[in-house]
């Protein structure tokens, strides 16, 4: 028989919805507690991203989504918790009661069509995606398949775990499909970024790739800081494409990841490849689609290109992301927020360029509280009664001149 749950379980709780899609708005209501079905789990979140993918949903600017995000949806895709239900048919888990889990941009995937058992998740023909038309991680308590969530390591706080579930796995994954061995030139395009300052991480201490970074001039130092061994700024006076060519030798780079959702960088990255050299491409630019200008046949083909995409990451690609993590050699950058300041946070991300927040001359990612009689950060119990930091969520965990476009639900 699978754990019963607490008693302590309230019959309703907070959550955070979109109330008016297709503009920058949210708002807080109360839900009725769900019960754990047959191999599901619920999780008591203490933690949640808000990333940019997030307000591309909310305002129904990616095009590319089948449907229109409908009122009432819970968003959300980074979240993490503790397990507090188990439902039937979990006795054999992989997880246990009362473990630290996370909640990715795939929800749950059917592990029977051919891109689930080629271990490509995100292309799961009947997936389900964590806060669109599936409840996500912006409320206290979320349902999730009990073999799908990734345990969290002790070693890792829950609020640095958070944005690793969407963006540290996610260019994780698409550093791996470069094909670069260590020791090879990978340019990263969006390098100041959400996403681009995790992959410059990931490629220089992680991998040991020699990483070109590119991105606007002020996010310079934090490309640095995180391994870059160079930096090019597209608001300088150099031509980017003759900058890299330069740096290596006129041979070009032996892979480029797009990072940034930005039309101009896909339509140089493949200028900046050397013979056999790979683009992947990760970064998903809003509205009407825009063909690649670089991605001429003709250079393709004279010089053994190739450009592949890459979304999101596998559950295995998900767990060594946490163990990177865990082992000091990727490090996040966040700030709190308290849970009601949503779209606040979402008007911050549409009034900068994207990906970019910029507070008191300090950059960093956010933490939006999610309230709760308690929470577990970093394998200990506080009382946010207690505690009113916690409680409120009204502090700077860490200054930091990165910024993120990620926002963290937590206690």
Same mark, same amino acid.
């Given at each position: ?140 308590? %979320?349902?999730? #398949?009990?073999?799908?969530?990734? =345990?969290?390591?002790? &070693?890792? $706080? !829950?609020?640095?775990? +958070?944005?690793? @579930? ?115 491409? %990760?970064?998903? #630019?809003?509205?009407?689609?825009? =063909?690649?200008?670089? &991605?001429? $046949? !003709?250079?393709?083909? +004279?010089?053994? @290109? ?106």
């Amino acid at each position: 028989m699978a754990a019963a749950a607490p008693p302590s379980l309230p019959a309703k709780y907070k959550a955070v919805i979109y109330d008016k899609p297709g503009s920058v708005s949210t708002a807080v209501t109360m839900l009725d507690m769900p019960t754990p079905g047959p191999g599901e789990i619920l999780v008591h979140l203490t933690h949640s991203g808000v990333c940019h993918s997030d307000f591309g949903v909310m305002t129904n600017s990616w095009k590319s989504l089948p449907f229109p995000t409908q009122p009432g949806q819970v968003g959300g895709h980074e979240g993490v918790g503790s397990i507090v239900q188990m439902g039937p048919g979990t006795d054999n888990a992989a997880v246990r009661l009362g473990q630290r889990v996370g909640i990715k941009w795939m929800a749950g995937i059917c592990e029977a069509c051919e891109a689930c058992r080629a271990g490509v998740d995100a292309s799961c023909f009947s997936g389900k995606v964590s806060g669109y038309y599936t409840p996500g991680t912006f409320q206290q308590y %979320v349902l999730a #398949p009990a073999n799908y969530v990734t =345990p969290i390591p002790d &070693a890792l $706080p !829950s609020d640095a775990a +958070a944005p690793l @579930l969407c963006a540290g796995v996610t260019v994780y994954s698409a550093l791996r499909k470069t094909n670069a061995e260590s020791g090879k030139w990978v340019v990263i395009s969006g390098a100041g970024g959400g996403l681009g300052h995790l992959a410059v991480q990931f490629s220089a201490r992680g991998i040991g790739h020699r990483v070109i970074g590119i991105d606007h001039s002020s996010k310079k130092d934090i490309i640095m800081e995180s391994g870059a061994e160079h930096f090019i700024a597209v608001d300088g006076d150099q031509d980017v494409v003759e900058a890299v060519k330069s740096l290596t030798n006129g041979l070009g780079a032996h892979a480029v990841v797009v990072c940034t959702a930005s039309n101009m960088a896909y339509a140089q990255s493949a200028q900046m490849l050397r013979f056999g050299g790979r683009v992947v491409c %990760v970064g998903i #630019p809003e509205g009407e689609s825009v =063909p690649m200008k670089s &991605a001429v $046949p !003709s250079l393709l083909v +004279a010089s053994s @290109l190739q450009i592949v995409g890459s979304a999101v990451g596998s559950r295995q690609e998900a767990i060594e992301t946490m163990e990177f993590a865990a082992r000091g050699i990727i490090k996040t950058h966040f700030r709190t927020e308290k849970m009601d300041k949503l779209t606040e946070v979402f008007q911050e991300m549409e009034q900068g360029p994207k990906n970019i927040v910029t507070m008191n001359e300090e950059n960093g990612r956010i933490i939006v509280p999610l309230p709760s009689p308690s929470f577990q950060a970093a394998y200990q119990l506080y009382d946010p009664l207690q505690n009113p930091l916690h409680r409120f969520g009204n502090r700077i965990l860490r200054k930091t001149r990165a910024y993120t476009s990620y926002a963290y639900l937590a206690p």
